[in-house]
Every structure is written in structure tokens, then in C-alpha cells.
């Protein structure tokens, strides 16, 4: 049984540029979550998903920010125009339905320069 | 508002000490209880979790103590370890009630533990 993946693990970007990076979940886990930390804090949540829905978006996520789960599988998250404060790690983590249990991926460290 | 308060910030042990990580938390609806264990660059890890129907649970050297009266829940690292030198995070989510949120987690902010030998 495969973790939680993320790509890219690394990515540095000039500000006002786009870019985007994709989670897939364990197999068969339909809830899909992405968090964001910022370093020597702990993760913020950021959006949840079940299966292709997305049911609930935080106050963090401004509308430049946005998240996508086609066909229930893996996830992507797109920050348009990034800024020097968008500069985090972005975390996915998923989690099974019949279980309380939350498992997070190895995460996207963005840099904004 | 921070929902869940983490100390301390960091915590240095000697080899083959106990580490204690205490939290505390405002929202009475919380009913889930998780520790993490983050490495640097990687992504958090599940340790050991916690409902409040028991007030301790134990895994190897992870121990937790959860006090729901007043609010607040530790981590016990026994005979602690050089490679048990991480940044370790509790978390607490609601479960009893399926929220739009889809029971997320609320993450304190963190203790840096290092174990010495």
C-alpha cells in the first residue's frame, strides 16, 4: 500500500507566476485535504474533499488559490499571481471513510522570490 | 484564535529519558486526539491517537494522557532516543458529527524535541 505522493517536492518561482502541484491519495481514500505550513508553525488546514467534491474552503484560501479533484482520484492546487507570502509548504493528506485516521504526504515546498 | 496550545516550543532530553509534550485545547467538540512526528523536509507522521473515552493509551514508548475535565492531553515519550529527535505536533479534530469540514485537523504549533546522548 503506497503513501500519500506529491510533486513536485520542491519548487521555486518568481512572484506573480503561476503554478500548480498534484497529490494522489492512498488508493481508496475519498477524502482528500490539503493544509499549508509555514515554518515553525504547525498545518493550517486549507480545503477538504470528498471523492470529486470539495465541501469546505478555509478563510486562507483566497481566491488565487484554487483545487480541483477530477473523477474523485488525485487533486491538484493552483496559486495564480504567487506572492512572497504564499512562500510554505503545501501538505495533502487523505483518509478513509471508516477510519479517523489522517495520512499526510511528503509535501510541496514553495518559494516565492 | 488558536484552538490548540502546544508547549513547550522545544524540549531537550538526555538519551533514555521521558519526553513530555503537553496540550491544550478550547473546543469541547473536539473528540479525536493525534500526535505527529515531522522530520525536516518531510511530511508529518502519524504516532499514536487518542478518543476521550479513555483518559491513556499506549504504543511501545508513546504513551498518551488525556484529561478531559481539564481540557488538556500530553504526549510521553519513554526512553527516548537520538533518532526520536524530531518536531512533534498534536492535532485535534471533531468526529462525532460529519462537519463540511470533513472532521480537519487543528494543529498546535509545534515542539522541537532533541535528544542528547
Known amino acids: 500500500d503506497t503513501g500519500v505522493s506529491q510533486d513536485p517536492r520542491h519548487k521555486i518561482t518568481k512572484r506573480g507566476q503561476n503554478v500548480t502541484f498534484r497529490c494522489d491519495p492512498i488508493?481508496?481514500?475519498?477524502?482528500l485535504y490539503w493544509y499549508r505550513q509555514t515554518l515553525g508553525q504547525g498545518p493550517e488546514f486549507l480545503t477538504y474533499?470528498?471523492?470529486?467534491?470539495?465541501?469546505?474552503k478555509s478563510r486562507l484560501l483566497s481566491d488565487r488559490f484554487s483545487a480541483e479533484r477530477p473523477k474523485g482520484s488525485f487533486s491538484t492546487l493552483e496559486i495564480q499571481r504567487t506572492e512572497q507570502g504564499d512562500s510554505a509548504m503545501y501538505l495533502c493528506?487523505?483518509?478513509?471513510?471508516?477510519?479517523?485516521?489522517?495520512?499526510f504526504g511528503p509535501g510541496t515546498r514553495l518559494t516565492v522570490t | 484564535q488558536q484552538q490548540v496550545k502546544q508547549s513547550p516550543q522545544s524540549l531537550i532530553v538526555q538519551k533514555g529519558g521521558i519526553s513530555i509534550i503537553n496540550c491544550a485545547y478550547e473546543?469541547?467538540?473536539?473528540?479525536?486526539f493525534p500526535w505527529y512526528q515531522q522530520f525536516p523536509g518531510k511530511g508529518p507522521a502519524l504516532l499514536i491517537a487518542i478518543r476521550p473515552d479513555v483518559s491513556e493509551k499506549k504504543e511501545g514508548r508513546f504513551t498518551i494522557s488525556f484529561n478531559k475535565s481539564a481540557k488538556q492531553f500530553s504526549l510521553h515519550i519513554m526512553d527516548s532516543q537520538p533518532g526520536d529527535s524530531a518536531t512533534y505536533f498534536c492535532?485535534?479534530?471533531?468526529?462525532?458529527?460529519?462537519?463540511?469540514?470533513?472532521?480537519?485537523?487543528?494543529f498546535g504549533t509545534g515542539t522541537q524535541l532533541k535528544v542528547e546522548l
Open positions: 492535532a485535534a479534530s471533531i468526529e462525532g458529527i460529519l462537519t463540511g469540514g470533513g472532521n480537519k485537523l487543528t
Open positions: 488508493s481508496e481514500h475519498n477524502r
Open positions: 493528506a487523505s483518509r478513509a471513510d471508516s477510519s479517523y485516521e489522517q495520512y
Open positions: 474533499f470528498q471523492n470529486e467534491a470539495q465541501l469546505e
Open positions: 473546543n469541547t467538540a473536539f473528540d479525536y
